[in-house]
């Protein structure tokens, strides 16, 4: 089994700067990309930063230059530093990973895409 949990988020006003984390944690072989997503009222889960193991990123437009994914050394970690955010970032933020992990049946490898608790995030005008 593979866990992610999530830190961070909060209230900010607009134009102010939050941070999130998320780690994952279990019987893990490899994580190949981890990310972050989100989800406001009404509207349908969408992505908003991606990493690879080998660091390479992918931003949604709307964050493009203002929103940085970054991960650890181990691979097991990943932030996003969102600045300059604007009230329409307003939205829960869930943390995303895929990978490989180790079990006690045959065969032993097995893949997994998990999914943090969320994080709400509320900008204020």
């Known amino acids: 089994q593979v866990q992610l949990v999530e830190s961070g988020g909060g209230s900010v006003q607009n134009g102010g700067s939050l941070r999130l984390s998320c780690v994952a944690s279990?019987?893990?072989?490899?994580?190949?990309?981890m990310g972050w997503y989100r989800q406001a009222p009404g509207n349908q889960r969408e992505p908003v930063a991606l990493?690879?193991?080998?660091?390479?990123?992918n931003y949604a437009d709307s964050v493009k230059g203002r929103f940085t994914i970054s991960r650890d050394n181990a691979g097991n970690s990943v932030s996003l530093q969102m600045n300059g955010l604007k009230p329409e970032d307003t939205a829960v933020y869930y943390c995303?990973?895929?990978?490989?992990?180790?079990?006690?049946?045959?065969?032993?490898?097995?893949?997994?895409?998990?999914w943090g608790q969320g994080s709400l995030v509320t900008i204020s005008s």
């Open positions: 995303n990973a895929e990978g490989t992990y180790w079990t006690d049946d045959y065969p032993s490898l097995k893949f997994f895409t998990v």
């Open positions: 279990g019987s893990i072989n490899t994580v190949n990309i």
């Open positions: 990493i690879l193991n080998d660091g390479t990123t």
